[in-house]
């Protein structure tokens, strides 16, 4: 199988420096396919997007959002946002939340949402 994935960041900045557009394409190529492993013969898709990060000292915030549709091949629509924050509580303890979902159409229609909250401790 060959993977590859190409993102492209965009010097325009109309929301300001933490948020930043982005275009790309991923491909993927596989000699044979295999019923247990998605292995298309052919894929490629194209996305854009926006990714943002904000931080200072105690605390980091983190989206992104995503568009993909279908290039070439297997591929189709397909869409992901997330969202990931952490805050720290002192020099060693950290509290954190990651929130996605996503969703597509390849050979049927496909959904996921998923959720986590880390406790983190330096050693």
Same mark, same amino acid.
């Given at each position: 199988? @060959?993977?590859?994935?190409?993102?492209?960041?965009? %010097?325009?900045? *109309?929301?300001?420096? #933490?948020?930043?557009? =982005?275009?790309?394409?991923? !491909? %993927?190529?596989?000699?044979?396919?295999? *019923? =247990?492993?998605?292995?298309?013969?052919?894929?490629?898709?194209?996305? =854009?997007?926006? #990714?943002?990060?904000? #931080?200072?000292?105690?605390? &980091?915030?983190? /989206? !992104?959002?995503?568009?993909?549709?279908?290039?070439?091949?297997?591929?189709? &629509?397909?869409?992901?946002?997330? !969202?990931?924050?952490? %805050?720290?509580? @002192?020099?060693?303890?950290?509290?954190?939340?990651? /929130? =996605?979902?996503?969703?597509?159409? %390849? &050979?049927? @229609?496909?959904?996921? @949402?998923?959720?986590?909250? &880390?406790? #983190?401790?330096?050693?």
């Amino acid at each position: 199988v @060959n993977n590859a994935d190409l993102k492209l960041y965009t %010097r325009w900045r *109309p929301w300001g420096r #933490e948020i930043k557009p =982005f275009v790309g394409t991923h !491909l %993927r190529y596989s000699d044979h396919t295999d *019923p =247990f492993y998605w292995s298309p013969k052919k894929y490629a898709v194209g996305y =854009f997007g926006l #990714e943002a990060g904000w #931080e200072d000292k105690y605390w &980091t915030l983190a /989206a !992104l959002g995503q568009f993909g549709f279908k290039l070439a091949g297997d591929a189709s &629509t397909a869409y992901i946002a997330s !969202l990931a924050a952490k %805050r720290w509580l @002192n020099d060693d303890w950290a509290i954190g939340m990651t /929130a =996605f979902t996503q969703g597509g159409t %390849r &050979t049927a @229609n496909y959904r996921a @949402n998923g959720a986590s909250i &880390t406790v #983190e401790k330096l050693w």
